[in-house]
């Protein structure tokens, strides 16, 4: 019996990874033995869910399987090797214990954050977090709300409420489910696990392909939009955050690898690859799709559009139908 459900809860702690190695299971037993089918089964389960949107919560197994699930998990993104897998898996992890810290109190948040190299200080009814920490985690957000010009300082810490806290601790949370990822696992291992790891491979194809457009990118066909921002970062101008991440995500969502888009911004005179590399994978592990026709104006990143624009109501709509060669595309 699980002596605390939280290391169910919270399966990548430390507290979770001894109580899991003291059980001292021998790896066949867990991969073959029927008292684990459900352990196995729920860690397929997991990746699964990640993929297609988020991972539920399983109140039916017992939580020393739910515990047993997570390692297990791991494995099967291991033996798939997958970087779209592994961001998309630690990210979904990630969420689903943001949820579960919505309900916990600021002293296990501390501890938490502690864990996971955070320092948050108790200030009034949330934290302080010093200022080179904060942005270490806050500069992957997108909304306004987290730009440290935007924040209140405290003798060079940034104030912040419970909400915001977690979700600080989400993304270290989601950096230490990653970073070990993929593991180094056996061969035979794999082959142990392939039922499982078979089901998330049909799984990760459909979602690929529900997402990526088939086929060669074509350039030619890019909406003024993105052809405009990709001109602009390659000629070195400091292209607002939006656009930046629109002109990402399109690329993504038209099926460029991380590597291309890279090589595509690498132009920039002031290109930093390992920055570049970060924020591009960040975008890619994510569920972003590109932004519609209505978000590009509302930030002002709607230029140059032409007569094929007054057609469609989404960029990548823009792409489909002029690579289809059925756009009649005039200056407007
Ligand atoms: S209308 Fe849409 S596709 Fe055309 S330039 Fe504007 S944002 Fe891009």
């Not at 993929?51 to 539920?56: L, P």
């Not at 529900?210 to 000629?235: K, N, S, T």
Request: proline fraction near 7%; hydrophobic fraction near 35%.
């Amino acid at each position: 019996m699980i002596p605390d459900p939280h290391l169910a809860t919270y399966p990548f702690t430390s507290d979770a990874t001894a109580y899991v190695r003291d059980l001292e299971i021998p790896i066949p037993d867990l991969l073959e033995k029927h008292v684990y089918a459900r352990a196995r089964r729920r860690g397929m389960d997991r990746v699964i869910q990640a993929i297609e949107g988020g991972i539920k919560s399983n109140t039916e197994i017992p939580p020393e399987l739910e515990l047993l699930s997570y390692p297990i998990a791991r494995m099967i993104v291991s033996c798939i090797d997958d970087d779209y897998l592994i961001r998309r898996y630690a990210l979904a992890e990630a969420k689903t214990v943001h949820e579960s810290l919505g309900t916990e109190p600021r002293d296990f948040l501390i501890a938490m954050g502690q864990e996971f190299g955070m320092h948050p200080t108790p200030y009034d009814q949330g934290f302080t977090m010093h200022f080179a920490e904060y942005v270490r985690y806050a500069n992957r957000m997108h909304a306004p709300v987290w730009k440290l010009v935007n924040r209140r300082l405290y003798h060079g810490s940034v104030l912040l409420s419970m909400r915001e806290f977690r979700r600080l601790l989400q993304e270290a949370i989601r950096d230490h489910i990653q970073q070990d990822l993929p593991l180094a696992v056996p061969p035979e291992i794999c082959d142990a696990l392939s039922r499982y790891v078979d089901g998330v491979r049909e799984s990760l194809g459909a979602r690929k392909t529900e997402f990526e457009i088939e086929g060669a990118v074509e350039p030619d066909a890019f909406p003024p939009c993105i052809a405009h921002a990709i001109a602009m970062l390659q000629a070195g101008a400091n292209l607002p955050h939006s656009a930046r991440f629109a002109a990402t995500s399109f690329l993504l969502n038209i099926g460029m690898d991380v590597d291309g888009i890279i090589r595509i911004f690498g132009g920039s005179p002031d290109f930093d690859e390992t920055r570049t590399r970060y924020q591009v994978e960040h975008i890619s592990g994510s569920e972003y799709t590109a932004p519609g026709c209505d978000t590009m104006k509302t930030y002002g990143n709607c230029t140059g559009a032409d007569g094929l624009c007054t057609r469609i109501k989404h960029p990548l709509n823009y792409y489909r139908i002029k690579r289809r060669g059925q756009g009649v595309v005039s200056k407007a």
